[in-house]
């Protein structure tokens, strides 16, 4: 529960399997504090982790410097650092965490000590071994990201209701291929679907007005810390 802006952390037992989770070692590019600026939990004060390291190059990155560096930290410090800004919501996010391991030990002693979890990854890695009650918002890959190719589509298998589906949009032709999947896949009925404009190549005025007009089932998303910081790293 959650009084006064003050998180209060379940009790955790320190059994062998708990001990190893917080001995296990993430590079890390950065932990920082800032409003969520996408999916359904925009403008919520939450920490975000950003793990190093990710095995696509899509055109519209805007994380590049994530590519490579950081430091090597354990899950005890990365969760000491999170503890520092009394928030109950922590997104995981890269690069594509998934590409390290010891991410899943990172989320699970995220959720046993209380905290929201959200897991933005690509979908390019397999997310059935992540921990049931992390958020996992699945970005899907369109064509005009370069990295279509990548998806596993089995992904789609093991998200609920919990999860969320995002597509970044760079223009029409991919609006009408994400449109076309969202149909042939009945993605609505799995989770919540999300369409971003790609910062800086897409119009956002444009994007909502052909969800209008062909009525789609999504949740249309602009990414708030530009529209607040611009480009500035950390926020």
Not at 27 to 40: N, P, Y
Request: contains cysteine; glycine residues 8%.
């Amino acid at each position: 529960m959650v009084t006064s802006g003050t998180v209060r952390h379940a009790p955790v037992d320190h059994a062998p399997a708990e001990d190893a989770r917080l001995a296990a070692t993430l590079r890390i590019t950065e932990i920082f504090h800032s409003l969520q600026g996408e999916t359904s939990r925009t403008g919520l004060p939450t920490v975000f982790i950003r793990l190093t390291g990710c095995p696509l190059r899509c055109g519209y990155c805007d994380t590049a410097y994530a590519f490579t560096g950081g430091s090597t930290q354990t899950v005890a410090s990365a969760l000491a650092a999170a503890a520092l800004y009394g928030t109950r919501y922590v997104t995981v996010t890269g690069g594509e965490p998934l590409a390290q391991k010891s991410c899943h030990a990172l989320l699970t002693a995220l959720c046993d000590r209380a905290y929201s979890v959200s897991l933005e990854t690509s979908g390019a890695i397999d997310v059935s071994a992540v921990d049931p009650r992390v958020s996992r918002i699945l970005d899907i890959k369109t064509p005009g990201s370069g990295e279509v190719a990548k998806n596993v589509w089995e992904n789609l298998e093991y998200l609920t209701e919990r999860d969320e589906i995002k597509f970044v949009l760079c223009d029409e032709t991919d609006y009408v291929w994400a449109k076309e999947q969202i149909a042939r896949r009945e993605l609505a009925g799995i989770c919540p679907v999300l369409l971003s404009p790609a910062y800086g190549d897409l119009d956002a005025a444009m994007l909502a007005g052909w969800i209008l007009r062909d009525r789609l089932d999504v949740r249309m998303q602009t990414q708030l810390h530009k529209l607040l910081w611009g480009e500035q790293r950390g926020r």
